[in-house]
């Protein structure tokens, strides 16, 4: 069974001509920035999706939410429920999405490994929860996006449609001490490449992939002009970041300048960098907003 939720102030019209966002994790900090921005500014219809509840003021934003399976569940469950989500929020409709940004995530430390001195016994304890601290970091931060991809397999616009992830600067880099994040956060510049190499406006690669590509728009046709991108911020500017970080404010990235930016390749896809690539973006200090470099 999965909840969704149309807001009456709001609610979705099959007559409209307007644009339509899927934002996963809509309930956190970037996710409500982002849903907020596309619904007043660019004045789209904005479909929430999150493990929590909106608050009301990103609600009032929103003109749907599906309520996603809590931490711990399969990722089968988390495709299926996300999938059929949408098909009540739109198939019934004919509705199509331009834009789906994958917002949702998280970060923690490794469990800490024992020593080499510790004892047989504290390293067959200590195990577990190593493990699951692994795995939470890919729940959060991977399965959103695997499942992301695969319930808007469906649902895709095909025109020039866009898929935005958002990554980390950490990740293009070894971590020691957080194995779980770094690994789920590389795991999903990776979904990004690969996705991106089976559309049409992905930059020239092997003939292999060229071809496997090929293969896979003859059945989505939405693929033609797709566009995917991973958006990579060191550190985004929120109440819990600056609690757990003594670093200062202004070298961290504030979410409206990343939720702009996405606003700008909705409006300007000519501005758009090649499906399937890595986008690091960190404070502009000298003239303010945000600084976006392609990095692979």
Known sequence: WTQIWEFPCCRMSSSSTRKIALVVGSSGVLGSTVSTHLAKRLSMKVIGADMVTPPSQTASKLDGFIKMPSLGTQLGQACSQLTRGLKTALADK???????VVASGGFGMDHEVPGSSESHQVQVEEA???????????????????????????????????????????????????????????????VVQSLGASTGLAATGLKTKRKEGKRLRRDRPYLDDMTYVGILPTMIDTEANRKASDADPEQMTKPIDIATEIGEWVQKPYLRPHSGSLVRVFPNLSEGGATFQLVR
């Open 128 to 190: 577990n929860e190593f493990g699951n601290s692994i795995e939470r970091m890919l729940q959060m931060n991977l399965h959103p996006v695997l499942a992301t991809s695969y319930a808007v397999n469906s649902f895709m616009t095909e025109g020039q449609g866009l898929f935005v992830v958002v990554g980390a600067t950490a990740a293009l880099q070894p971590t020691p001490s957080m194995l779980g994040y770094g690994v789920s956060k590389a795991a999903t510049h990776f």
């Open 94 to 100: 004919g509705e199509k999405i331009d834009l789906v």
